[in-house]
């Protein structure tokens, strides 16, 4: 029986900040930013957007298209959660008018939780092939101002639809995971902005790639290049992509292809992620729904690789097969349309964005209206978090 990915939908705030105009504030060479970390804009997000609503746009274009029976489980991947008790997916299993018969919970393990979620609602799929599952994850990448971690700020989500009839991607079962206890990137409760040592954690992405990896390829018998045709990797920053295939090659005794070829290969899973920053959770499955939006050729039939890292840590390296016909179900024009038509802002209005403090006293809220998707936070009152569609 195949196991994938029906459908995936991927949003984004509608307000960019351009790192060259980040560099100037910063008194940076914007060559460092773009060239040298590999990102170009980042996704600033309105104050009426938070996680919900970022997954609750992004899933309802998803569900208009494939209906919403027989969803019977809602996972919301998040390192950004909103409330320490209620999961996101129960608001939005209310947003989006999904069935009362469903399991709906939150899930976290920093950028990797999507990838749990992703396996767990398979096996839930695999023991009862007629249901389906909706796979969320979202996230608002945040670190102090003028930290060296600001430039990797970005925000967005995406939504997938699990099924036994995959129309996108089937997941192969064979799989590489490891995990390792150490301390990279950390949020304590007390904060809104991530601490992370960037240096240390970059290391340690690529030293669990090649555990993954190793794993991966003891379990499945594939060759690097024989057997992927491309790879999406976890993007804190594009540049890492490149990092990161040049460490695999060195594992397997493979030459380093040819800048056209690297670019072949990697080019297309990139393009997003270079528009919107780091989307934490959500980052390996905008890289897939970049390459399947962007890669020039079909790519049917064709294996990709994909590698999930989250900070703390836990890496796995999987791949899937992209299924017959594929182009006909996915969201390229929406997606390339949301891109091009956001709002660019300065440097004034992205720090008096990143500086608008929801009270945290308790007291009642009302959001000004921003420019967003179909559904926005209204406002807070007896503490309660008020949606809205628009
Ligand atoms: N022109 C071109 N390139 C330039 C340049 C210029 N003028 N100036 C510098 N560069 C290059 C540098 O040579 C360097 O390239 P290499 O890494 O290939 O040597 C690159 O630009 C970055 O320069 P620095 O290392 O000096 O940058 P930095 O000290 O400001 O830190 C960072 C970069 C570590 C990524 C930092 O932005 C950071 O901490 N980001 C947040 C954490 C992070 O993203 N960690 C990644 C793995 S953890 C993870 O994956 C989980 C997660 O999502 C957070």
Redesign the pocket.
Same mark, same amino acid.
Do not use: L, Q, R, W
């Given at each position: 029986m195949k196991i994938g990915i029906d459908l995936i939908s991927f949003h984004t705030p509608s307000y960019v900040l351009d790192l060259r105009t980040l560099a100037e504030k910063r008194g940076?060479?914007p060559? &460092?930013f773009v060239?040298?970390?590999g990102q170009e804009r980042m996704a600033v997000v309105p104050p009426d957007q938070d996680i919900v609503t970022l997954a609750a746009n992004a899933a309802l274009p998803l569900l208009d298209k494939a209906g919403r029976d027989n969803i019977e489980l809602v996972i919301f991947a998040t390192e950004s959660g909103v409330d320490q008790s209620k999961a996101a997916a129960c608001f939005c299993q209310g947003l989006l008018q999904l069935p009362s018969a469903c399991r709906c919970i939150e899930v976290k393990e920093? @950028?990797y939780g999507a990838t749990a979620s992703l396996r767990m609602a398979a096996a839930m799929v695999a023991a009862r092939p007629h249901t389906r599952a909706l796979v969320l994850a979202a996230d608002i990448?945040r =670190?102090d101002l003028a930290?060296?971690?600001?430039?990797?700020q970005g925000a967005g989500a995406v939504a997938m639809l699990v099924s036994a009839h995959p129309r996108v991607l089937a997941l192969d079962p064979e799989t590489g995971f490891y995990t390792e206890d150490i301390m990279?990137?950390w949020r304590p409760n007390y904060r809104d902005e991530?601490l992370?040592?960037? &240096?240390y /954690?970059?290391r340690?992405?690529l030293t669990t790639l090649l555990e993954a990896w190793k794993n991966y390829k003891a379990a499945s018998g594939r060759a690097l290049l024989a057997d992927h045709a491309h790879f999406c990797f976890?993007l804190?920053?594009t &540049?890492?992509a490149y990092?990161s295939f040049e460490r695999l090659c060195k594992a397997e005794g493979v030459p380093l292809p040819s800048k056209e070829e690297l670019d072949r290969l990697l080019e297309p899973a990139l393009l997003y992620n270079r528009q919107t920053g780091?989307t934490?959770a959500a @980052?390996v499955y905008e890289a897939l729904a970049s390459l399947l939006d962007n890669a020039p050729g079909q790519l049917d039939h064709q294996r990709i690789g994909l590698f999930s =890292?989250? /900070?703390g840590c836990m890496a796995e390296f999987f791949s899937g097969v992209v299924q017959k016909g594929y182009r006909q179900h996915l969201f390229t024009d929406a997606h390339r349309a949301m891109l091009d038509s956001r709002t660019p802002v300065t440097y004034r209005q992205y720090e008096d964005i990143f500086n608008y403090g929801v009270p945290k006293d308790g007291a009642d809220h009302v959001f000004a209206p921003y420019r967003g998707g179909p559904f926005r936070l209204a406002g807070i009152k007896d503490h309660k978090r008020r949606y809205e569609a628009k």
């Open positions: 940076v060479d060559d &460092k060239i040298g970390i920093a @950028c990448a =670190y930290s060296p971690g600001e430039p990797t990279d990137f991530a992370v040592d960037g &240096k /954690s970059t340690m992405y976890h804190p920053f &540049k890492i990092k780091n934490y @980052c =890292y989250g /900070s």
